[in-house]
């Protein structure tokens, strides 16, 4: 029973990332099209209607937060951030294993705190509003918390995926 | 491997073991002359709490020759040269980011102190728009210290305080605010109608230009020259100094002493780092601060001076004065709409006040 409860873990955390990669994909993907049209309107709303419109700009901030800070998500599930491995690669010794984990461990940490830090900043900050979409900077701002723990999310994820199965493998078996 | 570490590490830690006792028996030996040097360095540390030396940290967006550069400038050479022990560091021309960065920043205790404009500053603790009602002062050098400095300073002050924690220690001068344009030159609103215009991204900024029917446009500041260069706008405003120091003047060689705007600059520190200056080191600040205070006000009244005539002389510039009493009629629903936001008779007592 405990066997199978340790082996059903992975697998439910495994599939419960299927789910908010997709929501996360979908999600960069409405981000991308919005500003795409938020810039069109931007551009065409000055240089041809002759009537500039004020929230254009406001708007394609707040997008492009959450674009980067989503898309780092997705990036570090397909595990396709710069990594310097010379030295792993190279270097041989004992408990290097355990060192790897070590700097799993910590990876993870430091988005959780980065998480953590940025939730509170985004609280302290929501008082200041963008003057033309009327509404508080928190929405742009709760893109950074949102996007560390979706990192350190998959981070997690990445200690349980098979070894050997990369995310471009399992996706083309999938 | 890892068996070299511990021994290295074994044998490092006797040294050091050795090293202390051999520290401890000659404590002993000279007993006497270690406590004396002990209640020293007890004494050295302890008495001069009042000169400790201390960072305040500041930052602005104006480059070198704009008044609350100099003032900082001014600020930071007193301080060196007073013994209170305290440093000043600026941070000017927007090294730290813009205005909404900055302000963010002291809020956050990131930096002491900064010269924000009061446009940037509404973003933050709205209250503090009620000085950025169009037409609101009379001129540029004395109707605004009046306000500032009495009363009616203060109660924005303390809603600043309730709305962001920031502290507003004095008023600075941005200038009276005037419009350029790359061919026509405002008279009245008549020539404002259908005008792109860029304007700060402030909510007062719009209304009242797109009240005057112009098309309001809100970008970075950054962006201004090339927008002008290009055509995306066919004006701009500013006062007369960031006119002549961005060069404005190029690509929007008309300019209309409209003076639609008077533009504060809330003088903001963060509370927590104010209160580790001690009393003598307060003194200290607050003296230098009101000499810098009055230095900004008078450098902003004659830079306009200065610098409009360098603008006509050596720029080319045509300079139009606008039938200013027109553009207040025109803009007179946006008075009102923001007149009742932030409470007819303050507004009124600021209009009036002498």
New interface residues.
Partial sequence: MTEDRKKAMPSTLLRVERVVVTIEEAALFLILASLLVTLTLQIAS??LF???L?WT??LARVGQMWLVFIGAAVGARRAEHFVVEIFMERVH???KPLVARAIDILVVGFFLVLALVSAW?TW??S??????L?SSVAWAYAAIPVGCALIAFHFVCSWVRPVQASVAAMEAGE | MSSLLCVAAREGMSLLRHAVRVRCVNASARGYSATLMLALLAASTMLPTAALALDITASHVNPPGEPTYEAFRQMTEQLAGSDSGLRMQVYPRGQLGNEHDIIEQVRLGAITMASVSTAALSAFAPSVGVLDIPFLMRDHDRHPWVVADGPLGERVAKNVQRETGLVVIGWWSAGMRHVFTRQTPIRGPQELADLKIRVIQSQVYTDTFNGLGAKATPMPYGEVYTALATGTVDAAENDVTGYRNMQFFEQAPELSLTGHFFLFKAVIVNRRAMEKLSTEQRAVFDKTFAEATGYQRELAASLFLSDLQWLTDSARVNVTMPDRKALEVAVKPVQDVYARRFGRDFVNAIRNAR
């Avoid at chain 1, 008082?127 to 033309?132: L, Y």
């Fill in positions: 000055r240089f002759e009537f500039p004020d700009e406001e010794f004992p408990g900043t302290f900050g008082i200041q509003t963008m003057p033309a009327a």
